[in-house]
C-alpha cells in the first residue's frame, strides 16, 4: 500500500487487502421509459396491436405478478415476508441466512411498497385511440429476490412488479472472493462481509484485485443475466413472452463501495491506533460525530480461532467495540471504522455514480473502481498528514511575511487573528475532500465551523484568503480546474500550526499562571501529566526570563 496510514503502520500489520464492497446495479428496459418505445414493445408482444394497452390491463399484469409469485412460492417452500416502512431488509435475509441451510436459487423473497414509475394511459372517450401516454411515480409492491449465487454469493434482485419492470440488482464483493477463495483453496476467516484472518493475505489480495479489471464487467452481467430473466421477470411474462417481445435489460452502475482493510496482528494495538487517530483528527476534520458501539468484549492481544469460513452477522451488538468514523462530500462519504478482531477499514462510497463524471453504464466499473481506489488513498495519505503534523524552520516568519501570486501581491497569513485561524482550520479540515474544493464550498465550511462569531464570511473573502493560501504553496490549483486541493506536506503544515497554537502555547500560558494545581481530576492520561509537567518547567523558565507569571 502506498498511502500514509498503511506506510505509518505497516509494521504492525499482518496483511492488507482491497476489495469492491457493495454494488448495485439498474437494470432498465430501455424502449419502455418512452411513450413511443413503450407502445413499440406492446405491439411486439400483441402482435401488432395497442388495443389492449390501458390503465385496467396494466394493473391486471401486476396483480398476476404478484399471484404468480406467492403461488411459485408456496409450491417450491419459499418463504414471502411482507414487509413494513423502516424494516431493514438486508438484515431479515441476513438473520435467515444464519438460521437455514440454501442451495443455489431463490431462497427468500421480501415483499415492500416503494416508489416506482409506471405508465398512466389515456384513451379517447370512445376508447378508440390512445390520447397520452405518460410516466407518474407512484407507490407499488416491490419483490426482493434473495438468490444463491455458485460465484457471487448472497444475490439481491429488487423488481418492481408493474410493467416496464424496474429492477436493482445488489452484490457484495467480499462474497466473490470467498468463494474464489475457496475454490484456490486459501483459507479465511469470515466475519459478515470482511475477512479478518487468512494465512496467505498476498493471494486473497490477488483474488480481491481480480474486481478492479475490465474482465469483472462481463461476469458482472452474466450474473445478472442468469437470474433475472428466469428467477424475477417469468413472474411478469413468460419466456417465450420475452423472446417475442425482444424485453432486455440494460445495466448501469448505481452505487459502488471499495474499502481497504488493514490486518493487524494486535487487536489490542488495533485499538490504540485507531483511537488515537480518532482523536487527534476528529477536531481537525470537523466531524460532529463519531459513534461508538460498545462490544461484548475487549479485543485479543494475539490472533485466535480457526480460518475456516464462517458467517458472523456483527450489527446490533458487536462482539467487539465498534467506532465508525465518517465524512460526508455530497453524494460521496469516507468512512473508517473497526472489523472484527484485527482489521481496520478504511471505505469510499459512492452513492450515485453520477457524481463520479467517468459514466455509469457496466464497462465503465472499472473506471469507477479506480476512482475510489483513489479516493481512498487519499482519505488515508491526507487523514496521516492531519494526524501527525510538521512545522518546517521558519514558516512561523514566512507566513505573515507579503506573498506573491503570479504579478500579484497578497498579504500575509497573520496567525493572531481569528479570520486567518479559521481559514487554516478550514483547509485542514477539507484536506480530505476526494475531489477537492470549491470556493463556495470553502466559505460554507468557515460558516458552518462557527469560527467566526457573529461574521458570515463571504465567497468574496473566500476567493481571496485562497489566493493567499496559493501564495504560500498551502493549497494548489490544477490547470483548466475550479477545485482546489491541499498538498500533503501543506496539509501537516497547517495541523501542526493548529496544534501548536490551541493545544501547546495556549493551554502553556493558562497553565502557568495558575499558582497552584487543583484537585488531581479521576481521569488522568499521559497528555495530562506531560502538560503538568510542561507548566511546572516553564514557569522555572519564566522566572529565569525575567518574564512575570501573574500580574
Known amino acids: 500500500m502506498v498511502d500514509g496510514v498503511s506506510e505509518r503502520y505497516g509494521n504492525l500489520l499482518s496483511g492488507s487487502y482491497d476489495c469492491v464492497d457493495r454494488v448495485v446495479l439498474n437494470a432498465y428496459y430501455p424502449l419502455g421509459h418512452t411513450p413511443g418505445g413503450f407502445r413499440t414493445w406492446w405491439r411486439r408482444w400483441h402482435d401488432g396491436s395497442d388495443d389492449d394497452l390501458d390503465n385496467a390491463h396494466l394493473m391486471r399484469m401486476a396483480g398476476r405478478f404478484a399471484r404468480r409469485v406467492r403461488r411459485w412460492a408456496n409450491a417450491n417452500a419459499v418463504e414471502v415476508i411482507d414487509t413494513t416502512a423502516g424494516e431493514r431488509k438486508h438484515r431479515i435475509a441476513e438473520e435467515y441466512l444464519a438460521s437455514h441451510d440454501v442451495a443455489t436459487g431463490v431462497f427468500l423473497i421480501l415483499v415492500a411498497r416503494a416508489p416506482a414509475t409506471v405508465w398512466d394511459v389515456r384513451r379517447s372517450k370512445n376508447g378508440g385511440h390512445i390520447g397520452n401516454l405518460k410516466k407518474k411515480k ?97 413472474f411478469g411474462f413468460d419466456l417465450a413472452d420475452q423472446d417475442r417481445s425482444r424485453f432486455r435489460y440494460n445495466y448501469s452502475i448505481y452505487q459502488v463501495e471499495y474499502s481497504r482493510n488493514l490486518i493487524f496482528a494486535s487487536g489490542a494495538q488495533l485499538d490504540r491506533t485507531f483511537e488515537s487517530i480518532v482523536d487527534r483528527t476528529r477536531s481537525r476534520l470537523d466531524v460532529p460525530k463519531v459513534r461508538t458501539m ?77 476512482r475510489l481506489r483513489g479516493m481512498v488513498d487519499r482519505f488515508l495519505t491526507m487523514l496521516d498528514c492531519v494526524d501527525v503534523g510538521f512545522i518546517a524552520d521558519g514558516i512561523l516568519d514566512d507566513l505573515p511575511a507579503p506573498g506573491r501570486l503570479g504579478a500579484t501581491r497578497l498579504g500575509g497569513i497573520d496567525l493572531n487573528k481569528p479570520r486567518a485561524r479559521a481559514v487554516l482550520a ?64 501543506a496539509a501537516r503544515t497547517m495541523s501542526a500550526l493548529g496544534v501548536l497554537r490551541d493545544q501547546v502555547i495556549a493551554p502553556i500560558l493558562a497553565g502557568v499562571t495558575s499558582p497552584r494545581r487543583g484537585r488531581r481530576p479521576a481521569t488522568w492520561t499521559k497528555i495530562d501529566q506531560d502538560y503538568d509537567t510542561l507548566r511546572v518547567n516553564m514557569r522555572t523558565l519564566f522566572d529565569d526570563l525575567g518574564l512575570a507569571t501573574a500580574a
Open 138 to 234: 407512484s407507490y407499488v409492491n416491490h419483490y426482493s429476490f434473495h438468490i444463491m449465487d455458485p460465484d457471487f454469493g448472497h444475490v439481491t434482485i429488487k423488481m418492481s412488479g408493474h410493467p416496464p419492470f424496474g429492477a436493482q440488482v445488489i452484490l457484495n464483493g467480499h462474497e466473490f472472493v470467498a468463494a474464489q477463495a475457496t475454490a484456490a483453496r486459501i483459507g479465511y476467516t469470515k466475519e459478515g462481509n470482511c475477512f479478518t484472518a487468512t494465512p496467505d493475505p498476498a493471494g486473497l489480495a490477488r483474488i480481491a484485485d481480480t474486481l478492479s479489471t475490465t474482465s469483472i464487467t462481463g461476469r458482472l452481467g452474466q450474473v445478472c443475466d442468469r437470474w433475472i430473466y428466469s428467477a424475477c421477470l417469468c
Open 426 to 489: 478550514a483547509a485542514a479540515a477539507l484536506a480530505v475532500a476526494p475531489d477537492g474544493f470549491t470556493v463556495a464550498d470553502f466559505a460554507a465550511k468557515i460558516n458552518a465551523m462557527g469560527a467566526l462569531a457573529g461574521t458570515e464570511y463571504t465567497v468574496r473573502q473566500a476567493a481571496y484568503d485562497l489566493r493567499k493560501l496559493r501564495a504560500k504553496a498551502l493549497i494548489v490549483k490544477p490547470d483548466h480546474s475550479r477545485r482546489y486541493q491541499v498538498p500533503p506536506a
Open 294 to 370: 460498545f462490544g461484548q468484549k475487549k479485543r485479543p492481544h494475539h490472533k485466535g480461532g480457526d480460518l475456516s469460513s464462517r458467517q458472523a452477522a456483527v450489527i446490533e451488538k458487536p462482539r467487539w467495540d465498534l467506532t465508525i468514523f465518517k465524512v460526508h462530500f455530497g453524494l460521496l462519504t469516507l468512512k473508517a471504522y473497526s472489523k472484527g478482531e484485527h482489521v481496520l477499514r478504511f471505505e469510499a462510497v459512492v452513492h450515485n455514480t453520477r457524481q463520479l463524471g467517468v459514466g455509469r453504464v457496466l464497462e465503465r466499473f472499472p473506471d469507477i473502481v479506480s
